[in-house]
């Protein structure tokens, strides 16, 4: 939980109020968005967005204030959210350029494959022992032993 002397003294200033001030009671305000990096303006001046789960997660702020940010930054939800932005694994890291050509015609030859597999409809369990085949039909091809 955030509990820096700055919240602290946010939440004390912003004690819910009387009766007097109708139903909504507390704003997002730029003093919140510094406390709360994580989240944007809302679709009005009672809600924040969060930034770090799926866009359109909107927060209301208007009844408890600073609490109902720290609730949702607490949940689940968010704390998925958060591991995922920070997760080691990227799509380039399963793709390696090792730079030769011999690599780089195996890859056109893979690409060319899968491309004409598409185009005809052909299945995955249709074309799944390809490689084998390949391997076997042209045992003195680099590009099938790659394959």
Not at 25 to 36: A, M, N, P, Q, R
Not at 52 to 60: E, F, R
Not at 65 to 75: F, S
Not at 111 to 134: M, P
């Amino acid at each position: 939980m955030i509990r820096t002397a700055r919240f602290r003294s946010y939440i004390l200033n912003c004690l819910p109020c009387s009766v007097s001030c109708g139903v909504r009671c507390f704003k997002f305000t730029d003093e919140l968005k510094s406390i709360y990096a994580c989240f944007r303006n809302g679709r009005d001046e009672w809600e924040a967005e969060c930034l770090v789960c799926k866009p359109g997660t909107y927060m209301s702020v208007a009844n408890k204030g600073a609490l109902d940010l720290q609730v949702h930054v607490e949940c689940k939800k968010h704390k998925k959210a958060v591991a995922g932005e920070m997760s080691p694994a990227k799509v380039t890291s399963f793709c390696t350029a090792s730079g030769s050509i011999s690599d780089n015609t195996v890859l056109v030859a893979e690409g060319a494959y899968s491309f004409h597999n598409v185009k005809h409809h052909n299945g995955y369990e249709r074309v799944d022992c390809t490689s084998v085949l390949f391997k076997t039909v042209f045992p003195d091809s680099e590009i099938a032993r790659k394959f």
